[in-house]
């Protein structure tokens, strides 16, 4: 089992890469010397150096995936930047917000709260899983479209159920009525070939700590030309009544909300550096053998536990996911991590009662893994048969 650079503990069958990400050692070290240097005089470091390193690093992540850099804003997490865009907006009583029952739990949780306040209110567009075909999406998100949307949020892949989204589709539909779009990449850097601009969001949110492997808590937003003026951090610190012309309010705002630790930010560059270093044709390559492994792993899991496709192939990218039978997902979890010694999320989902177990593809995976997971959800399904009889 591929081991250096990686850092998961020996025995443990690692297969949930999707949540947090994994750090590997060399990006943890670099991150390290940059913590060393902010401390020899943390004054000159994120006073008079920080928005240039910051900079050169929305430079790297701009031209990897398609964005320009003046949009970039480095956040500490893909919530914080949906929170942000949803606390910039005016919205009045009746207003709508739509989302996916796809979506990522805090995200939709933020947007029932931001809409509520002002008497707005989040619509819940329901998303067919298993799904036999992308237009499915984006159908069911246009008939959730009315006069009154505001925006919509939808994920490009999703948490719980591991879709790759038709974005652009939704974003274009959604543009022609006149509506605004975050759309929620929080895995796509790394994981998908990316042109951010290209999809035409208002807003684009993607994560670094997940398949960037960057040091947990680098995430950014990129916000389109025309919506940089009205964006705001959700965290108000000295940028708001900033006397200086040389940088934009967007800039000033987002690169300061508040003392905090930069690092993960300034790593981003040493994790893309590192991975290019696995293939061949870099990021691209590592790419591709996820999605390689990913599939192969869902071809195993269907074989062995008799499950149906959950999605076309093209909606997968390193992540898939599978309903289960009804039961206690946090007891399967559990038994799983604790008996099998498999980290693997098993999620309650579309609604509790119900659940959903999602595997991920990353470098330190091999195929063994999966069967080792089958073997042992047959061993807890059939567990929880004996213990409902
Ligand atoms: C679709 C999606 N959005 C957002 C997030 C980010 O979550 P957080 O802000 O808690 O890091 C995740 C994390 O798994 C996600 O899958």
């Given at each position: 089992?591929?081991?250096?650079?990686?850092?998961?503990?020996?025995?443990?069958?690692?297969?949930?890469?999707?949540?947090?990400?994994a750090?590997?050692?060399?990006?943890?070290?670099r991150?390290?010397?940059?913590?060393?240097q902010?401390?020899?005089?943390?004054?000159?470091?994120?006073?008079?150096?920080?928005?240039?390193?910051?900079?050169?690093?929305?430079?790297?992540v701009?031209?990897?995936?398609?964005?320009?850099?003046?949009?970039?804003?480095f956040?500490?997490?893909?919530?914080?930047?949906?929170?942000?865009?949803?606390?910039?907006l005016r919205?009045?009583?009746?207003?709508?917000?739509?989302?996916?029952?796809?979506?990522?739990?805090?995200?939709?949780?933020?947007?029932?709260?931001?809409?509520?306040?002002?008497?707005?209110?989040?619509?819940?567009?329901?998303?067919?899983?298993?799904?036999?075909?992308?237009?499915?999406?984006?159908?069911?998100?246009?008939?959730?479209?009315?006069?009154?949307?505001?925006?919509?949020?939808?994920?490009?892949?999703?948490?719980?159920?591991?879709?790759?989204?038709?974005?652009a589709?939704?974003?274009?539909?959604?543009?022609?009525?006149?509506?605004d779009?975050?759309?929620d990449?929080?895995?796509?850097?790394?994981?998908?070939?990316?042109?951010?601009?290209?999809?035409?969001?208002?807003?684009?949110?993607?994560?670094?700590?997940?398949?960037?492997?960057?040091?947990?808590?680098?995430?950014?937003?990129?916000?389109?030309?025309?919506?940089?003026?009205?964006?705001?951090?959700?965290?108000?610190?000295?940028?708001?009544n900033?006397?200086?012309t040389?940088?934009?309010?967007y800039?000033?705002?987002?690169?300061?909300?508040?003392?905090?630790?930069?690092?993960?930010?300034?790593?981003?560059p040493?994790?893309?550096?590192?991975?290019?270093?696995?293939?061949?044709?870099?990021?691209?390559?590592?790419?591709?053998?996820?999605r390689?492994?990913?599939?192969?792993?869902?071809?195993?899991?269907?074989?062995?536990?008799?499950l149906?496709?959950?999605?076309?192939?093209?909606?997968?990218?390193?992540?898939?996911?599978?309903?289960l039978?009804?039961?206690?997902?946090v007891?399967?979890?559990?038994?799983?991590?604790?008996?099998?010694?498999?980290?693997?999320?098993?999620?309650?989902?579309?609604a509790?009662?119900?659940?959903v177990?999602?595997?991920?593809?990353?470098?330190?995976?091999?195929?063994?893994?999966?069967?080792t997971?089958?073997?042992?959800?047959?061993?807890?399904?059939?567990?929880?048969?004996?213990?409902?009889?």
């Open positions: 089992m591929p081991k250096f650079p990686w850092l998961h503990e020996d025995g443990l069958v690692f297969l949930n890469h999707g949540s947090f990400g750090t590997p050692l060399p990006v943890l070290e991150q390290n010397e940059l913590r060393l902010i401390e020899r005089d943390p004054i000159r470091f994120l006073i008079d150096e920080l928005e240039g390193r910051l900079d050169e690093v929305r430079g790297v701009g031209a990897r995936f398609g964005a320009d850099p003046d949009g970039i804003a956040v500490p997490n893909p919530t914080f930047a949906v929170n942000s865009v949803l606390a910039s919205l009045s009583p009746g207003d709508e917000i739509v989302v996916t029952d796809h979506g990522y739990n805090a995200c939709n949780n933020a947007a029932k709260h931001w809409a509520e306040r002002s008497g707005a209110k989040a619509v819940v567009a329901e998303v067919p899983f298993p799904i036999r075909d992308p237009a499915e999406v984006t159908a069911s998100v246009v008939a959730a479209l009315g006069p009154r949307t505001r925006l919509v949020i939808i994920d490009h892949v999703t948490s719980p159920t591991g879709l790759v989204f038709p974005v589709d939704i974003v274009r539909e959604a543009e022609a009525r006149n509506i779009a975050i759309v990449g929080a895995h796509a850097p790394g994981m998908l070939p990316l042109d951010i601009s290209s999809i035409g969001a208002a807003y684009y949110v993607g994560a670094l700590h997940k398949w960037v492997c960057a040091p947990k808590g680098a995430s950014f937003v990129v916000t389109r030309a025309d919506r940089r003026t009205s964006m705001r951090p959700a965290i108000i610190s000295h940028g708001a900033s006397m200086r040389d940088r934009s309010r800039a000033l705002e987002f690169d300061w909300t508040g003392t905090m630790d930069p690092t993960p930010f300034l790593a981003v040493a994790a893309l550096e590192l991975l290019d270093t696995f293939c061949p044709d870099g990021l691209t390559g590592v790419m591709r053998e996820n390689e492994l990913a599939l192969a792993a869902r071809a195993l899991l269907m074989d062995r536990l008799g149906e496709p959950p999605c076309p192939e093209s909606m997968t990218g390193s992540l898939v996911a599978f309903p039978p009804d039961g206690d997902p007891k399967l979890h559990r038994r799983l991590r604790d008996e099998h010694h498999i980290q693997v999320p098993v999620m309650p989902w579309p509790p009662g119900r659940r177990f999602r595997v991920s593809a990353q470098r330190y995976n091999v195929i063994d893994q999966y069967e997971l089958a073997a042992a959800l047959l061993v807890e399904l059939e567990r929880e048969r004996a213990q409902r009889s």
